[in-house]
């Protein structure tokens, strides 16, 4: 995938229609210049309105310009820290029902950038989880801008720099439980898609300059490669797999009257029904969609966390369910290490997993299969 060259200006500038988007070089008034570009359209319609369109615009210019990434492939801005590698692949199942993100300057920002990956079920699950890809940016960015326009308490650029971080981190965790409930509800309106047996996990990261934010809704997972004190590379795990049997959410599940258990043929995976009926049978406890069992456990509420990256931080993985049933934090952190072209390295780590199904999990259909791979210096 070719990058286009991007002038020191341009990166100063992100047009959205006819508006310009100053980018300032601090923390309060780069928040405050996306803000900015929302408002423009207040006075036409209403506020929520305006700030999601204005959203949907940079996305169209991201994409435009290539700084947004959908499919396999790499994205990398001239003079960005970041590099994200991408790769999807069908499993055995039939359709692939994952899909993927990178949205680099996300919002128009120099430092940030956003990350996301699906995984669908259900027999409308690749439409779910590509409509939830495609809504939840935008909306995270709205949501984004109207919680900085609420709070008060902008610590701006003379505090210390954890607090600032903190504000930073409470601001993104708003309004990812804002944009996930939103995205639910909007999800269930939907006159196209039918989500009533069908949704789809979402997981999702936002690094903006040494902050990551990461929300979790579903069983994939996010990894992080760090350096010891001893020089090698140890795998942090940032996530939870939100499994039915996981103690609270089982404890919650059982409380709506939903059931958990493994089928005989199926020893140790634990799915969710109803509670009078062998249906739908959910691996997860956490989803978009799924209407038939929302009442009876399962929710669409992410868990939202943060980290502060050192120097020592190198790359985080995030991917799918069909690369961790078979690969282990430690194995997917030195199949990525290892890997000579960065570019290749989610790839690699796809293949690496699809080999490990078919030599672990014979006679069983290979899942579909997709990985991120962001990697924070640009020297790695």
């Known amino acids: 995938m070719q990058i286009p060259h991007h002038t020191q200006e341009n990166h100063k500038r992100c047009r959205v229609g006819n508006q310009v988007v100053e980018l300032m070089g601090h923390f309060s008034s780069m928040f405050n210049g996306l803000a900015r570009s929302f408002s423009m359209k207040k006075g036409r319609k209403n506020e929520k309105c305006g700030g999601r369109e204005a959203a949907e615009a940079m996305a169209k210019e991201a994409k435009k310009n290539d700084m947004m990434l959908c499919s396999s492939g790499i994205v990398h801005v001239d003079g960005s820290n970041n ?5 999807s692949k069908r499993g055995q199942k039939g359709v692939n029902q994952d899909c993927c993100i990178v949205w680099e300057e996300f919002g128009c920002q120099e430092d940030t950038i956003f990350c996301g990956i699906f995984d669908g079920h259900g027999p409308w699950g690749h439409f779910v989880a590509k409509r939830v890809r495609e809504s939840m940016p935008p909306s995270l960015l709205c949501n984004w801008q109207e919680t900085l326009a609420q709070t008060s308490d902008d610590p701006g650029v003379d505090v ?5 971080q903190l504000y930073r981190f409470n601001v993104w965790k708003h309004s990812y439980l804002k944009t996930c409930a939103a995205i639910d509800e909007e999800l269930k309106q939907h006159r196209k898609i039918d989500s009533f047996y069908s949704g789809t996990t979402a997981l999702s990261i936002v690094r903006q300059g040494e902050l990551i934010v990461i929300a979790n809704v579903g069983d994939s997972r996010a990894v992080l490669a760090t350096t010891s004190d ?9 996530t939870v797999d939100f499994k039915p049997n996981l103690p609270q959410e089982a404890e919650r599940i059982i409380q709506c009257q939903g059931r958990v258990f493994c089928l005989e ?19 997860m406890s956490r989803a978009f969609g799924d209407y038939c069992i929302k009442g009876h456990g399962l929710i669409s509420v992410p868990e939202v966390t943060h980290r502060n990256i050192s120097g020592r931080d190198q790359f985080v993985v995030l991917a799918t369910d069909g690369v961790w049933d078979v690969i282990s934090n430690k194995e997917a952190v030195e199949i990525v290490s290892s890997t000579a072209d960065k570019a290749k390295s989610a790839k690699r780590l796809v293949e690496c997993a699809e080999h490990a199904w078919k030599r672990k999990r014979r006679g069983i259909a290979v899942d579909d299969i997709s990985a991120i791979c962001l990697f924070f210096h640009s020297s790695f």
């Not at 590099?83 to 790769?87: G, I, L, R």
């Not at 210390?160 to 600032?164: A, I, Q, Y």
Request: glycine share 10%; hydrophobic share 40%; aromatic share 8%.
């Open 265 to 283: 043929d199926e020893p140790g995976v634990h799915r969710v029904w109803l509670p009078d009926a062998e249906s739908p049978g959910l691996a």
């Open 83 to 87: 590099f994200a590698s991408v790769f």
């Open 230 to 238: 001893e020089g090698s590379l140890v795998a942090v795990q940032l």
């Open 160 to 164: 210390e720099e954890g607090k600032r």
